[in-house]
């Protein structure tokens, strides 16, 4: 049996388009130029609309110049928020992009997440703790079914990222196949007051799932988001 705890911190669109007469393309560009001019950027196009409805308005009943202002005011503004929706839209996009741009800049790194299950690999697994206090803490490991399979007490100093190796033999010497295995740790300082002892698992990222938002990172068959990386050791 071994076991050691460090005392050191460390728009697509498919289909086919119909013919259109010269009269309708012309309409359309028409139709395409007015669209493309904004109106709350177009004083020409204010007045213009401005000055055909008052030609047009009914001499009984005059045209009240105050309220037509406001509703291309109230027009204006609607069209400026519909852009601004456009906009976050394309915000989102790029976002969206630069995640999954950075999660593959990890395979195939060693990285250190939060976690209490590792993956031992070659009679080999690692778990780093976080211990607030000196003091003792008390180990337990378990396999895939639930069982224990390991347990001891070890006196330890306050550090961060204190790494705990285990070389997959149990309490009674037992050699343990490859596979995942799941610690918990209690803590309690030199006075015998508990504290809690934080782990974290080391693993090499072996793919990305970019169909997931925000892409999820696999290490040893667990998945993980880009924020939950603490750190990457090589």
Do not use: H, R
């Not at 995640?99 to 009679?123: E, I, P």
């Not at 390991?150 to 204190?162: D, E």
């Amino acid at each position: 049996m071994t076991a050691a705890a460090a005392t050191a911190a460390s728009p697509v669109v498919s289909g086919t388009t119909p013919p259109s007469s010269s009269s309708s393309s012309s309409s359309s560009g028409s139709l395409n130029s007015t669209a493309g001019s904004t109106l709350a950027g177009n004083f020409q196009t204010f007045l213009t609309l401005l000055t055909t409805q008052l030609q047009n308005q009914n001499p009984l009943d005059p045209l009240d110049t105050n309220q037509f202002t406001q509703q291309l005011v109230q027009f204006a503004s609607v069209e400026q928020e519909l852009k601004t929706n456009d906009q976050l839209t394309t915000l989102v996009s790029l976002q969206q992009t630069a995640q999954s741009t950075q999660a593959l800049t990890f395979v195939g790194k060693t990285a250190v997440v939060d976690g209490s299950t590792a993956t031992m690999t070659n009679s080999s697994a690692t778990w780093d703790l976080s211990v607030p206090k000196d003091g003792n803490v008390s180990v337990s490991i378990t396999n895939s079914t639930g069982q224990t399979v390991f347990s001891g007490n070890y006196a330890v100093k306050a550090g961060n990222n204190q790494p705990f190796v285990w070389d997959g033999k149990g309490t009674d010497g037992t050699q343990w196949p490859d596979g995942q295995y799941k610690m918990t740790v209690t803590g309690a300082d030199t006075s015998g007051n508990s504290v809690a002892i934080s782990t974290q698992v080391q693993g090499v990222v072996s793919s990305v799932d970019l169909t997931q938002s925000p892409p999820l990172l696999s290490i040893g068959g667990q998945t993980y988001t880009v924020n939950q990386i603490k750190a990457i050791i090589n």
